[in-house]
């Protein structure tokens, strides 16, 4: 039953999805509506899904004392400190600073009754981080009971009207979350420049093919390439590749740059000995509308009916691995 | 060929310092290079300026602040189009962390144009489903948004009144940094309720986004900062907007990225050669 329920129910599901998408009568809309209803649900469950998951991952971690658990609870006060502004669009700014900080607070001084010993190196940072937050917790506190007696008039979101796009959750967004997110995609910069450096080397013909490629759509893309005719660009290839063949005596180097030299007389004697039109952004165009355009179709097309193939033996009940490998 | 042996054991950290200083430099003086607007972009700016005005553009916001840099001055300059050309803006993203900068996109393009928030242009902001949220908006966007990003019912907003599901928006722009993105407007707004599409998308993805431009499912692309720079480009020329556009600056910095990387693949090959040949 534990399997024969889930299988039938797939297969009466896939079935009538089926049809529902070439029946245009209302009966087949209000189904589709329905359901699309359904998947929406459903998706909210899988979030309360991955926030328990989340939160056993982390506090394992912590209580374990894994390797980089310290930063676990960092990772956990964040979830509770942004949940708590996002749960409670009500809620006063102080007690939005005061409730975390003082859960922090009480995980700090438990984690300390424990284990003393193995912290005493994180134990000052700690006093200063939860200090601080304290500090900022009561002069919200003082703040929001100097309004309450004198009667000041605060700003909305001071006052008690956090709402989505409000100061505090634009200050998490604006001050952690871009800084932090830009700054870690930002360093691709310096690891993909040192990356290339290292290994991106014309080991094989296929890689030199690639790297030809790089070259022509790297330079092609920036206004920097906007000017270059391509045929020119070509012919400071052969140069270096024969500069650099007789720096190196390679005689991979001098063979690409005799091909290449080839190919411009080629290519000269086509264009009755006159410079060829063709800029290097037309030819970066050329390689992604052309080579690539045809690689990245056969993919789609290929994933497509590799898709429609999985689906086809999810429905019919042929492909079972979905529904886990405990017993009948 | 002891010089060539030291060129293949560049210290790393020259590498990053020679990169960082040449990605600062134009961003402090610029080096005027100048941005074309290629035919991709040029696509995406007419079928916009082609929008009847009154009519309503969608735009979809599926990033986050890590693509921020590359996609967020297309969402800036498309608001610009729009506004300038007095479409109304529905906006809505299907990333949770790109709310945020939609947000900031609503705040502080508008008013540029003296637009008001619900009568030209309105946030929906972001619901778990991915599909089903597309699904849902092309049978009634009431069902999968009964109130927007600030938590006022779509009712009580003027522009929304005309706006009842997906065939009632003319154009959409799906500004992508991954999945969900693009593709997922593609294969649910577009093929079952029609929705016209354009894309903005990262560098690095622009590639997967050539076929659907071909086959004409996308009406233009914006390929990495690049598009943005020549979208940024096209609205200042055809005298919609004159504010800093912030791609067009960084593409200085970009050209420059690209020639060392580009310098430290020749030097690398050269010396790998060299040492190869000689069997260290």
New interface residues.
Partial sequence: MKRTIPLALVLIMGITMMIQFFVPHPVSVGYYDLTTKWIRIVGAFALVLGTGSFIMFHSDKTRRRRQGWGYSIVAIAALVVVALIGLCPRIMLWWAVFLPTAAVVLGLLLVLVRSVDKLKRFITIWYVIAGAALLVALAGFAVGVLAGRFGWRLPHELAGGIRPGSILQNVIFTNFLVPLNASMFAILAFYMASAAYRAFRARTREAALLLVAAFIVMLGMVPIGANVPFFWFLVVAVAALAVAGLVTRAKALFIGAGMLAVGLLVWLVFWKFRIPPLMLPDTAEWVLSVPNMAAKRAIIFGVALGGIATSLKVILGIERGWLGGGKQ | MKF?SHLLK?D?RI??IV??LL?IFPLVKPLG????S?PRATRLFDAVDSIPPGKTLLIAVDF??????ELYPMLAAVMRHAFAKDLKVLLCGLWV?G??LA?KAV?EIPPEYGKKYGDDVVYL?W???????I??MG??IR??FPTD???HPLESLAMMRDVQRLRDIPMGVAISAGTPGYTDWLNFAQSRYGLKLGAGVT?VS???A??YL?TGQLTGLL??M?GGAEYEVLVQKNGYSKAYMPAVAA??S?????????L???????A???T??RGT
């Avoid at chain 2, 986050?64 to 840099?69: G, L």
């Fill in positions: 060539l560049i790393r590498i990053y990169m960082g990605v290079l100048g941005v074309t290629g986050d602040p890590s693509s921020m840099p962390t709310a945020g947000d705040t902001g619901k778990a489903g991915i599909d089903a949220v699904l849902g049978e009634n069902n999968v990003y600030y938590g560098a622009a590639a997967d050539y076929p071909q390929a990495g690049k593409m200085d970009q050209s420059l990225a690209h020639v060392v990387i580009l430290l693949v020749i030097v690398g090959n050269v790998y050669f060299a190869r040949k």
